[in-house]
């Protein structure tokens, strides 16, 4: 797998509810070769603080050699992130990681909650423009309130797939987890992709074991170097192994993992 470093022009920057932002970088050789689940480092800083690159899902690709990323303020990195200026330059390694392992027969179920619904757009354009017909999929989106959801919806609906959502509070959609509407939403022969909080994810996780259902999850770790090096991204196994998600990751099928939730 070809991996690049490339100073990326911020082509646009979107501020939205709740510390969120979408940033498009146009970086032609990763928006190439990148696929759905794989994720970049970016350095934040042109200095030395914060010294370390950041890990972002790939959010989507275009054919004019842009990737977005999908991201909330945390700390000092996203913080500097959030405050690029058009035209300016950004230096993005990548693609990075494993991503999802599309299967091209039965119907897919998309499940995203919170900032894990930023690999989900790109998943689910690639499964429609590869499956051709995406009839039979759904896209099940969960968030805590409608701000955090809303600015997304569009870019999904414009795919045509069936889309549900669930908010914490119910301002928007069903009244609860995404979980509990993904329980009675899954057809025979399904598989099911999966991003969010690790409780979503093994509660996801269970429901499709219970009814002998593919599931692949795509999970965090803190991160280095993104590339194998550092170790630093080790996580617990099925197995009894460690794992090291940058590198084996970000996307496993849920069974491979340890879920301490
Ligand atoms: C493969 C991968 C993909 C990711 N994709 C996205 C994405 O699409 N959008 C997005 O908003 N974030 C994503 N993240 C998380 C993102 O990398 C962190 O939010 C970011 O590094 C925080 O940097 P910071 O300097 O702002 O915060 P820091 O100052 O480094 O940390 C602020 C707080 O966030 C916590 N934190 C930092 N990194 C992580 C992490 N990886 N997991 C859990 N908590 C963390 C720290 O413990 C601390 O409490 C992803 C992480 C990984 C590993
Ligand atoms: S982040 Fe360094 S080895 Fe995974």
Redesign the pocket.
């Known amino acids: 797998m070809s991996q690049y470093q490339e100073k990326a022009t911020v082509a646009r920057i979107e501020q939205f509810a709740n510390k969120n932002f979408r940033l498009t970088l146009h970086c032609p050789q990763i928006a190439v070769s990148a696929k759905p689940g794989q994720?970049v480092m970016i350095r934040t800083a042109t200095g030395k603080d914060?010294l370390l690159r950041?890990?972002?899902?790939i959010h989507q690709t275009s054919s004019g050699g842009g990737i977005q990323?999908?991201?909330?303020v945390?700390?000092?990195?996203?913080?500097i992130l959030s405050q690029v200026k058009k035209d300016q330059e950004v230096s993005v390694l990548g693609p990075l990681?494993r991503g999802f392992r599309l299967g091209l027969n039965g119907p897919a179920i998309i499940v995203g909650g919170g900032?894990g619904i930023?690999p989900m757009l790109f998943l689910a354009k690639e499964n429609c423009r590869l499956k051709r017909k995406c009839s039979d999929d759904l896209i099940l989106l969960g968030a805590r309130e409608k701000n955090e959801l809303e600015h997304l919806l569009e870019d999904f609906r414009r795919l045509g797939l069936r889309l549900l959502t669930a908010t914490d509070d119910g301002s928007l959609g069903h009244h609860g987890f995404v979980t509990e509407i993904m329980q009675s939403a899954l057809p025979p022969g399904c598989t099911v992709y999966t991003c969010g909080p690790e409780p979503m994810m093994a509660r996801v996780g269970k429901i499709c074991q219970s009814q002998g259902i593919p599931c692949q999850v795509s999970v965090?770790?803190?991160?280095a170097c993104g590339m194998g090096a550092c170790l630093g991204c080790s996580r617990p196994a099925k197995d009894g192994t460690y794992t090291h998600?940058c590198l084996n990751g970000?996307v496993y099928d849920a069974e491979e993992l340890q879920w301490t939730i």
């Open positions: 994720f914060p950041r890990p972002f899902s990323i999908y991201f909330k945390v700390g000092r990195g996203t913080e990681g900032l930023a965090e770790s803190v991160m998600v970000p």
